[in-house]
């Protein structure tokens, strides 16, 4: 069976009815779940063990309200990605690591901790990937400036 | 066996086999690769932040710039990503127009990988043919786009260049002399006993390896994992035209050779029939004009010659992409080495590493042998393909 965006919705509405907080469909292809970080660890597993969704990549940015991440995972079957949104306060940067669930996972968190300062705790190694070691502790490349 | 008893191998941060600087250090235990830790970050361009502060129409020509040699399938992807905020529809020409650019540089970057491959191997016979075929190729972008690489052919709603009816016929007779040729070179490498020695059972990568690690592209279709973003989210032509996805159950680097040569006979027929659709459609518009990209996210994904590029925009209304994320298929292809080279010989694990085409901006590598206990060297990058090169030739003379 195809499964359509409106199924995909459905599936992840019925097992996690109170966890999303938003759905919003892009278009018929992407579909984008708002959802609160304590509760990112079990709708991953969900959508990578139970739906056999792709691990693609988790895309993060210092916004305004706090620094937005969007972790991009694709239903090859139907071609539909799902990306999971997630915004953290700037004052307590820190997400759970995902690493013991997706190990493919490991590098882009080193990255998004070298460039943003994000922690992921429970990461086995969240060393420097891109900085150098003689990079300034402290100061993030893609961080705002301060206003 | 502790690791200080165990040699230590660097290999990088530059390598004369692969192109760009990356650092494997691998943990051996006589021949035999215990353990691989990567470091890189020698090339950060910080290309995601120059986007950043580029109109949604200049960064076609940073991305462009990411990779080398499939310099067209990041702006595919962005193209893909931006054009899906507005909900833009190509014209059905620029669909044809850009799915030739994609399949002509799946099978340049395949022919670079099997000749380089070949060269690993000792078979300069193999790189000269893979490399000498490529040429044609090459020729027929400088003929459609007046370029032999980075070639600026998309922008926001088509392409930039329409191909006229001239171009078809020299496009299609260049086919018609590469095809035979083809033939011969994926017959030649796929019938080679010594290959067959070399790469069967090597660096070997199973189904949950590819799940586990997010791997895309050949490496994954050589394990039997049918995904490809052309088949499963069609975008350009791919769902007007009859080719079918290639896949290989071994997992091994012979899978992932036959899986990249049985490509370019795909690449070939969607090439013929999308410029046999250009020709009875002659005529028509190849771009449309799109003032502005309003609020909203873009999430765009192509199928590069290695796998899915994924590229995601955020727009707030204003001329220039607040974040702009990218993610190569190499991201995701390199960190399965841990898996496919532990276990190998050090003289297997330089093909296993360079099986899944790693890929990361353009520049040299080099390979060093160092003992660990003294630090002195014992091999160059030289001495390195040399081993592997003198291991087909040990098994061509016990033949």
Redesign the interface.
């Not at chain 1, 997706?102 to 882009?108: A, D, L, M, Q």
């Not at chain 2, 799940?211 to 895309?216: I, L, P, S």
């Given at each position: 069976m195809i499964m359509n965006i409106e199924d995909l919705i459905r599936i992840i509405k019925e097992k996690f009815p109170k966890q999303i907080s938003g759905t919003e469909i892009?278009?018929p292809?992407?579909l984008?779940l708002g959802i609160d970080k304590k509760d990112l660890f079990k709708i991953s597993g969900f959508l990578f063990h139970d739906l056999d969704c792709?691990?693609?990549?988790v895309?993060?940015?210092d916004a305004k309200e706090g620094f937005e991440l969007?972790y991009?995972f694709?239903h090859?079957?139907?071609?539909?990605?799902i990306?999971l949104d997630v915004v953290i306060p700037h004052k307590q940067p820190e997400i759970e690591s995902l690493v013991s669930l997706?190990?493919?996972?490991?590098?882009?968190e080193r990255e998004i901790h070298d460039f943003l300062g994000i922690d992921f705790p429970n990461h086995p190694n969240l060393q420097?990937?891109?900085?150098?070691e003689s990079w300034e502790e402290g100061n993030y490349?893609?961080r705002r400036k301060a206003e | 066996m502790s690791q200080s008893k165990q040699a230590f191998i660097p290999i990088g941060p530059y390598h004369p086999l692969l192109e760009e600087p990356e650092y494997f250090k691998l943990y051996c235990d006589g021949e035999i690769v215990r353990e691989v830790v990567w470091e890189?970050?020698y090339n950060?361009r910080?290309i995601?932040?120059i986007c950043e502060s580029k109109t949604f129409e200049q960064v076609f020509y940073v991305v462009e710039r990411i990779c080398g040699i499939c310099s067209t399938s990041h702006p595919f992807a962005y193209a893909n990503a931006v054009e899906?905020i507005p909900?833009i529809e190509v014209p059905v020409r620029a669909k044809f127009i850009r799915s030739i650019v994609g399949e002509l540089e799946r099978i340049h970057s395949h022919l670079l990988w099997v000749g380089l491959a070949g060269h690993f191997l000792g078979y300069n016979t193999v790189f000269m043919w893979a490399w000498k075929y490529r040429e044609p190729i090459l020729d027929m972008f400088e003929i459609i786009t007046g370029n032999r690489n980075s070639y600026a052919m998309f922008t926001i709603g088509g392409v930039r260049r329409d191909i006229n009816e001239a171009q078809c016929q020299q496009l299609e007779k260049i086919l018609d002399q590469l095809k035979p040729k083809m033939d011969m070179l994926i017959g030649a490498v796929m019938d080679d006993p010594v290959i067959h020695a070399r790469l069967k059972g090597v660096g070997i990568l199973t189904a949950q390896d590819i799940?586990?690690?997010?791997?895309?592209g050949p490496t994954a279709r050589a394990s039997g994992v049918r995904?490809d973003?052309r088949r499963?989210?069609?975008y350009a032509a791919y769902d007007m035209i009859d080719w079918k996805v290639i896949t290989a159950e071994a997992g091994d680097v012979f899978a992932k050779a036959e899986v990249r040569l049985l490509e370019i006979l795909e690449s070939i027929k969607i090439i013929r029939q999308c410029l046999q659709r250009l020709r009875k459609e002659n005529g028509g518009d190849i771009r449309i004009k799109v003032k502005e990209i309003p609020p909203?996210?873009g999430?765009g994904?192509a199928e590069a010659p290695r796998g899915?590029v994924?590229h995601?925009v955020?727009s707030d209304g204003a001329n220039r992409p607040?974040?702009h994320?990218v993610?190569a298929p190499s991201?995701?292809n390199i960190?399965t080495f841990r898996k496919s080279c532990v276990g190998q010989t050090i003289s297997d694990a330089a093909i296993a590493l360079a099986a899944v085409d790693p890929c990361y901006c353009c520049t040299e590598r080099m390979a060093q042998v160092f003992d660990y206990s003294n630090g002195k060297p014992l091999f160059g990058g030289k001495e390195l393909i040399r081993l592997s090169q003198k291991k087909t030739l040990d098994i061509q003379g016990k033949r």
């Open positions: 892009i278009n292809q992407r984008l792709r691990y693609i990549i895309s993060a940015m969007v991009h694709s090859d079957k139907s071609g539909i990605i990306n997706i190990p493919g996972i490991e590098w882009i420097r990937l891109f900085l150098a490349p893609y | 890189t970050g950060h910080g995601e932040k899906s909900g799940k586990d690690y997010g791997a895309v995904i973003v499963d989210d069609p909203g996210v999430i994904h899915e994924f995601y955020k607040v974040r994320k993610r991201y995701t960190p």
